[in-house]
T-cell receptor, first 114, second 110 residues
Framework: DGGITQSPKYLFRKEGQNVTLSCEQN?????MYWYRQDPGQGLRLIYY???????QKGDIAEGYSVSREKKESFPLTVTSAQKNPTAFYLC?????????????FGPGTRLTVL | GQQLNQSPQSMFIQEGEDVSMNCTSS?????WLWYKQEPGEGPVLLIA?????ELTSNGRLTAQFGITRKDSFLNISASIPSDVGIYFC??????????FGAGTILRVKS
């Protein structure tokens, strides 16, 4: 089955620790995205990548880092510099063709800082 | 960043009723998307709209791309309990980035 997987589903972290969230897709999509979701708010873009070895900051990139070494994978690291990291994190991907704008989402990872 | 105004924030309706929600923006968009999210899951794409004035249906769901390109609405006819969830609009106007509304929480009384 083609799709996007995120792991783990739930993640707990102590303050001051970095943590990496996994996102993998087998849809052969070029573009991948990371969003943060907080209660009562829409999705906010953290980072995105349109091609391997290239990525751009989104609206709330501070305290986060990413890499895009493979087309299928776009891991997100939440660093200790992120002041309020507890949130639901969503990964998405899309075809790079600009006439095709539909993004498809993974099941999400809920991060809780203890 | 850009903002989409989505309304209503929440709805609590009787099973069988029709539902209507909308999104507006001060910016022009060339794509409007509607997603549904259930608790603890990722959003699922319901309908994609690419042309101003376009009206598209997906079962009991109907969405329209506003003629001014600054708004879109989603209607759900004859609601059922499994329609419960959060519905998000999203717009794209440049590059490969989407802007999301804050969501409409739908609750259905059976």
């Amino acid at each position: 089955d083609g799709g996007i997987t995120q792991s783990p589903k739930y993640l707990f972290r102590k303050e001051g620790q970095n943590v990496t969230l996994s996102c993998e897709q087998n849809l052969n999509h070029d573009a991948m995205y990371w969003y943060r979701q907080d209660p009562g708010q829409g999705l906010r873009l953290i980072y995105y990548s349109q091609i391997v070895n290239d990525f751009q900051k989104g609206d709330i990139a501070e305290g986060y880092s990413v890499s895009r070494e493979k087309k299928e994978s776009f891991p997100l690291t939440v660093t200790s510099a992120q002041k309020n990291p507890t949130a639901f994190y969503l990964c998405a991907s899309k075809n790079r063709d600009p006439s095709y704008n539909e993004q498809f989402f993974g099941p999400g990872t809920r991060l809780t800082v203890l | 960043g850009q903002q989409l105004n989505q309304s209503p924030q929440s709805m609590f309706i009787q099973e069988g009723e029709d539902v209507s929600m909308n999104c507006t923006s001060s910016s022009i968009f060339n794509t409007w998307l509607w997603y549904k999210q259930e608790p603890g899951e990722g959003p699922v794409l319901l309908i994609a709209l690419y042309k101003a004035g376009e009206l598209t249906s997906n079962g009991r769901l109907t969405a329209q791309f506003g003629i001014t390109r600054k708004d879109s609405f989603l209607n759900i006819s004859a609601s059922i309990p499994s329609d419960v969830g959060i519905y998000f609009c999203a717009g794209q106007n440049q590059g490969n980035k989407l802007v999301f509304g804050a969501g409409t929480i739908l609750r259905v009384k059976s």
